[in-house]
């Protein structure tokens, strides 16, 4: 019965009408879709879908209860292992996840259980009543040193075990890389903050505008600060660049900055708001992972005529969310793959005009497992452009651990953190997220907060004191 | 807590305008050479601003802005009272302080405001400190009892001769090293120009001059990278690395071209938002 269901499309704006707005693209199941497509879940004994989620959502329970139409059970039962559902749901890699070990996708199509929590996390914000209960205060103090996903869950489960939990942030509003740098058209900013809220409501304080690093230290925290415990969740923000001639030219952006105007500045709605953005007709973006698909889809709706994904790997090898380069896509992006600029051309006022790219093909397969590009002699073309945004990847941001004595990092500048409990080489500071693990997911970061809430919370009850 | 209110305002020049901005945790930790960046509302720019002065037991950070432009001549509007959305800092690396004798402090227009802090710092390391402020003309020429104070020797440079010496700082230095002084090293900051002609000056006397650049900026934490610079063979972050770089090897005509890259969008913001220049004050 159940694989005779076909899996329930996700209802989109059309692409014509998409590409030229900022309103979310994908437009959520209805009541009666989400239901029908939980039925299409076997209930399996042996569910193979939760160990493809990095965070083990109860999945078969919760679409069990989606089934039977009791969506808000359903919440309580996702929410259980995930922190952010209606964020995961949106942003998780589903297709090499949990859906890519579903059963019924060894022969047709797997259930569609990111589209199903999306939709059980927006059922609970419009319809759920706040538990605000706060629990009995422990009196223990802990310091979250920025508050992207992975500090968000970790500050969310150190609150309801009834700590004091202050967040600290750099920029002006908390979420991390779902504020600045996910655009608005992929998740919406009220969905973040809604979630900032039940924290702030769970007693949690945030500290905007705070740079940890600058206005105060890790050591200064726990030393003057009153702080038991600090968990490190500063991300992978650092924008590297391709280091190839010309990339200080006018209408170069990291997709850091091309997004953060965007996003986090509101720069689509300049004038109203007062971050300028420049976009120009032709726009190449260099990479081919979601910052790159984000950073195209972008161009194109704050005006570009012809945008470009340029990649030196080919299709198979794309980093990004199956659903956003399929979206990218049907949206006229253009994918010039197995391609690499090697250097940028800038006019007399030091615009970028051109790039030389050169053809790859692909050669034996590397370290990582993927087959790697190799350039063909002499293939060199010129490819016109005016804007060029570089997502080719991004770093661990130095101010934290350079001014940390005594935290060991990896070679790349990561911090070292036991997998288990997270614990850093300093005693009572933990770490998770991006700065651990180099740039990765929402859902792993968010779940190496919840775990390291876990052993936060062991430590502070005297626990686990190894170090 | 997240205050940010202007406590006091004072017009220094027909377009630029100092405020006392209550900031208790940036006032407690700033030093001399960083800067914050700030937002008045929910549509605003972050704009970065160089610290001019702070008293840490009132709490509060001295700003001295200039109206060049929609954002700053909304800030310039603010009035005592009023507040900051957001201000966060200090951000950058703080000026490298020590005791290395002579030193010479160049100022030049707006940049006599980031210049004072440093000059005081300088002084009270045990340095000599001769100030060289210039500025067009005598009535842009900002802060002068402020300086004096904090200066062991202060020269005026204007463009026009309408106060001090008639020339640039150039002049002023050639002053200051005919009287027999050995300078050890330059602090100068100003307009991008005035920066380039100093440093390309000292170049040539072997006189080590460091520069304050001001690229622009987004996050000001080296998230954006907007705000590249670059420095010899390197790149660098002007918000993280810097602001404060050697003037021998910064690379002005790069800095001064990238400093165009929204001069379309900002007079478009100019006309939508009725606050510029033209407005008048
Ligand atoms: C454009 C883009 C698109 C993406 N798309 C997806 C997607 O579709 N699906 C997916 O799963 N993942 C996606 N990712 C990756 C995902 O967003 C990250 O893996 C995740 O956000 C990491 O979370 P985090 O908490 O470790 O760090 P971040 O989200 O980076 O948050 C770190 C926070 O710390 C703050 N901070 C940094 N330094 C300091 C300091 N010194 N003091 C105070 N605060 C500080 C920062 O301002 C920031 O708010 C995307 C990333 C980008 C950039
Ligand atoms: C580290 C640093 C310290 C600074 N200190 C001071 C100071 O103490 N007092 C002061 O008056 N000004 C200072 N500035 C310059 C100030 O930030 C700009 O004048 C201001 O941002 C202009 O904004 P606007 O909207 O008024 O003008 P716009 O019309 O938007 O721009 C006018 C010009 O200002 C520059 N600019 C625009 N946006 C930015 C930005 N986000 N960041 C930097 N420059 C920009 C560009 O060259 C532009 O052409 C500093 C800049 C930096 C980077
Ligand atoms: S959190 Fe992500 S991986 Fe886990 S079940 Fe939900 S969508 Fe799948
Ligand atoms: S593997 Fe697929 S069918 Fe089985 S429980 Fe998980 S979602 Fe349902
Ligand atoms: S202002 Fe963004 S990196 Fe310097
Ligand atoms: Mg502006």
């Known amino acids: 019965m159940a694989l005779k269901i076909p899996r329930h499309e996700m209802p989109c704006q059309e692409p014509a009408v998409r590409a030229h707005n900022f309103d979310e693209v994908a437009l959520g199941y209805t009541e009666e879709m989400a239901v029908e497509e939980a039925k299409r879940c076997l209930q399996c004994k042996k569910p193979t879908c939760r160990s493809g989620c990095p965070v083990e959502v109860l999945i078969p329970d919760f679409i069990k209860q989606v089934a039977e139409g009791d969506f808000l059970a359903a919440a309580v039962t996702l929410k259980e292992k995930n922190s952010l559902p209606a964020i995961c749901g949106r942003v998780c890699p589903q297709e090499t996840q949990c859906e890519s070990r579903c059963i019924l996708g060894k022969k047709g199509e797997p259930v569609a259980i990111g589209r199903l929590e999306r939709f059980v996390a927006d059922y609970e914000i419009k319809f759920g009543e706040s538990h605000g209960e706060k629990p009995a205060p422990t009196g223990k103090k802990v310091a979250i040193i920025g508050g992207g996903p992975s500090g968000l869950a970790c500050a969310g489960d150190l609150a309801k075990s009834g700590h004091g939990v202050t967040v600290f942030e750099a920029l002006h509003v908390a979420g991390g890389v779902l504020m600045y740098g996910i655009p608005q058209f992929r998740l919406p900013k009220e969905i973040v903050q809604t979630e900032i809220n039940n924290l702030k409501e769970m007693g949690v304080e945030i500290r905007t505008n705070e740079v940890v690093g600058k206005i105060t230290s890790v050591d200064e925290l726990m030393a003057s600060g009153g702080y038991d415990a600090v968990f490190i969740g500063t991300g992978a923000g650092l924008p590297y660049f391709m280091g190839i001639p010309g990339e200080n030219l006018l209408g170069v952006y990291s997709a850091n900055e091309f997004l953060t105007r965007t996003n986090l500045m509101k720069g689509y709605k300049f004038p109203e708001y007062a971050t300028p953005i420049k976009v120009g007709k032709k ?71 051109s790039m030389t790219c050169l053809r790859y093909e692909l050669g034996e397969p590397d370290a990582s497992g993927r087959r790697s590009p190799v350039p063909i002699p002499g293939s060199e073309f010129e490819l016109e452009v005016d804007t060029v945004v570089v997502a080719i990847g991004q770093g661990p941001n130095p101010l934290v651990t350079k001014s940390t004595p005594g935290l060991e990092l990896n070679r790349r500048g990561n911090i070292v953190a036991d997998p288990e409990t997270l614990a850093t080489s300093k005693a009572g500071v933990f770490a998770g997220g991006d700065i651990v693990t180099g740039a990765a997911t929402v859902i792993l970061a968010m779940g190496a907060g919840k775990k390291a809430a876990a052993s936060i919370n062991a430590y502070l009850n005297g626990e686990n004191r190894s170090h | 807590m997240h205050l940010y209110q202007v406590v006091k305002r004072r017009q220094l020049a027909p377009a630029i305008v100092l405020f006392e901005v209550e900031a208790p945790r940036v006032a407690a930790k700033v030093k001399p050479g960083q800067f914050v960046i700030v937002r008045m509302d929910e549509k605003s720019e972050r704009i970065p601003l160089t610290v001019m002065d702070f008293n840490r037991e009132r709490g509060t950070i001295t700003i001295v802005v200039q109206d060049v432009g929609y954002s700053s001549c909304m800030i310039n509007n603010l009035q005592e009272g009023s507040s900051f959305l957001d201000f966060v800092g200090p951000l950058g690396v703080p000026s490298d302080i020590e005791n290395y004798g002579t030193v010479v402090c160049m100022g030049g227009g707006l940049g006599i405001a980031p210049i004072y802090p440093i000059a005081r710092a300088l002084r009270e390391a045990g340095n000599h400190v001769i100030s060289i402020l210039g500025a067009r003309t005598a009535d842009l020429l900002i802060l002068r009892e402020e300086m004096a104070a904090v200066s062991d020797e202060v020269v005026i440079v204007t463009d026009d001769g309408s106060l001090g010496t008639k020339g640039y700082h150039s002049t002023g230095l050639d002053q200051i090293l005919a009287q027999g002084h050995k300078v050890e090293v330059i602090w100068a900051i100003g307009p991008m120009v005035m920066m380039r002609a100093v440093a390309r000056y000292t170049k040539t006397l072997g006189i080590k001059t460091i520069v304050s650049m001001n690229p622009i900026m987004v996050d000001g934490t080296g998230m954006c990278g907007a705000c590249r610079v670059k420095v010899g063979e390197e790149t660098k972050f002007a918000c993280v690395d810097g602001p404060e770089f050697d003037g021998h090897l910064v690379d002005f005509e790069l800095a001064m071209q990238r400093l165009a890259f929204y001069k379309d969008e900002e007079n478009r913001a100019k006309a939508h938002g009725a606050c510029g220049q033209e407005g008048g004050h």
């Open chain 1, 283 to 353: 726009v190449a973006v260099l990479g081919a992972g979601n910052v790159a698909m984000d950073g195209a889809r972008t161009a194109l709706r704050l005006g570009a005529e012809e945008v470009s994904i340029v990649y030196r790997r080919s299709r198979e090898e794309m980093p990004a969310r199956a659903e956003e380069a399929h979206h990218a896509e049907e949206e006229g992006i253009n994918f010039r793959l197995l391609t690499n600029p090697v250097a940028l051309h800038g006019d007399e006022k030091g615009w970028v005009k």
